[in-house]
Nanobody, 119 residues
Framework: QVQLVESGGGLVQAGGSLRLSCEIR????????MGWYRQAPGKQRELVAA???????TYKDSVKGRVTISRDNTKNMVYLQMNSLKPEDTTVYYC?????????????WGQGTQVTVSS
């Protein structure tokens, strides 16, 4: 059963913007954290941005100032606003959440959305 559905990827010119969206089919109030990761072919998946249940955020150094993670609990959505995009931002982006139920944590991943930045 699919719990996370991403959208918003696409092709954009360098310097442009994209907003990635992640529909979360879980209770937002059960989430311990949520984040966006990316993975280029042949490379390890890396954290781009994350947000705790309390709203604290973390960003990869190379995207600080260009990327903002946000959430809308009323719509069960998590977003990644990306500005001033660079060709090196090209890759597949994944939404991820950790759900805390009683004393166990469950991790969910989306299917990924492709972002391509042309120079």
């Amino acid at each position: 059963q699919v719990q996370l559905v991403e959208s918003g990827g696409g092709l954009v010119q360098a310097g442009g913007s994209l907003r990635l969206s992640c529909e979360i089919r879980l209770s937002m109030y059960s989430l311990n954290s949520m984040g966006w990761y990316r993975q280029a072919p042949g490379k390890q998946r890396e954290l781009v941005a994350a947000m705790s249940s309390g709203g604290a955020t973390t960003y990869k150094d190379s995207v600080k100032g260009r990327v903002t993670i946000s959430r809308d609990n009323t719509k069960n959505m998590v977003y990644l606003q990306m500005n001033s995009l660079k060709p090196e931002d090209t890759t597949v982006y994944y939404c991820q959440v950790d759900q805390l139920l009683i004393d166990r944590t469950y991790e969910y991943w989306g299917q990924g959305t492709q972002v391509t930045v042309s120079s």
